[in-house]
């Protein structure tokens, strides 16, 4: 019966030490995903979509029509830039966040950037990758055949 007694206590102790241990990594994991969420929230984001520019062969000059979309947690005046060609898309005035329709037009990929208006710092970052169904042939195709 003393035995028993004993036994049952270790059981217990051992139950409670890794409720203990449970409690404290779920707390733990609570505190980190919280102070994540805090350093996500002080971030501009840039996104576009789609994605990616397909052109039918390597070379070639793909079209699309892409959604740019971004936001910042400060107002303040904006600018979204091709880093490629260095030039400014378009810039907002006293905003937080914005949309832009774009017509996509390169043989190249392309990156772009949000920035504070006539400032040369990134403050978020998108890219349009060209990609391309078939490689370009690099012999001329023949117009005649011989057999």
Same mark, same amino acid.
């Given at each position: 019966m003393l035995t028993l007694l004993r036994i049952t206590k270790i059981k217990l102790?051992? !139950?409670l030490g890794s409720l203990i241990s449970t409690l404290c990594l779920i707390m733990a994991s609570n505190v980190y995903a919280s102070s994540?969420?805090?350093d996500t929230s002080n971030?501009?984001?840039?996104?576009?979509?789609?994605?990616?520019?397909?052109? !039918?062969?390597?070379g070639q000059?793909?079209?699309l029509e892409?959604?740019?979309?971004?936001r910042h947690p400060q107002v303040s005046d904006y600018c979204l830039v091709n880093i490629t060609t260095n030039k400014t898309i378009k810039?907002?005035?006293h905003q937080a966040k914005g949309e832009l329709n774009f017509d996509f037009q390169s043989t190249l990929s392309h990156d772009f950037a949000l920035r504070v208006k006539g400032a040369t710092v990134d403050l978020a970052h998108a890219r349009i990758p060209v990609a391309w169904v078939y490689k370009s042939s690099k012999r001329a195709k023949s117009t005649w055949r011989l057999f």
């Open positions: 102790s051992l !139950l994540v969420d805090a971030v501009a984001h840039l996104e576009v979509s789609p994605e990616q520019c397909i052109a !039918l062969r390597k000059k793909c079209y892409v959604t740019f979309s971004w810039c907002w005035n």
